[in-house]
């Protein structure tokens, strides 16, 4: 499965962006999600994650009570909402994704991985 991360820009503190992982397969509801995210000089990390089941998410302690994540069954997508955005959100944000998987931390749990979408949050 190939995906593909969208939505990504530059915004000003306070402000909010709306990721897309948006996947080739018409069956993408079969597959947990997870977004990570990647800052320059420092290594990538957990962001939030859905289960296959969209019955259990995940969030790092870095962005639980502002960053959601939700599936569109319509659009076949799995977004993030992230609001209240801070300049430490600044970051290249990628999706990947596991069939049948859980709402999975670890990146080396997710055998497909989409390009990274860049957001930068300024001062």
């Known amino acids: 499965v190939q995906l593909q991360a969208s939505g990504g820009g530059l915004v000003q503190a306070g402000g909010s962006l709306r990721l897309s992982c948006a996947a080739s397969?018409?069956?993408?509801?079969?597959?947990?999600v997870g977004w990570f995210r990647q800052a320059p000089g420092k290594k990538r990390e957990f962001v939030a994650a859905?289960?296959?089941?969209?019955?259990?998410?995940y969030y790092s302690d870095a962005v639980k009570g502002r960053f959601t994540i939700s599936r569109d069954y319509d659009k076949n997508t799995v977004d993030l909402q992230m609001n209240s955005l801070t300049p430490e959100d600044t970051a290249t944000y990628y999706c990947?994704?596991?069939?049948?998987?859980?709402?999975?931390?670890?990146?080396?749990?997710?055998?497909?991985w989409g390009q990274g979408t860049q957001v930068t949050v300024s001062s």
């Open positions: 990947a994704a596991d069939e049948y998987g859980s709402s999975w931390a670890h990146d080396w749990k997710y055998p497909h």
């Open positions: 397969v018409r069956t993408f509801s079969r597959y947990g």
């Open positions: 859905l289960s296959f089941t969209n019955e259990s998410s």
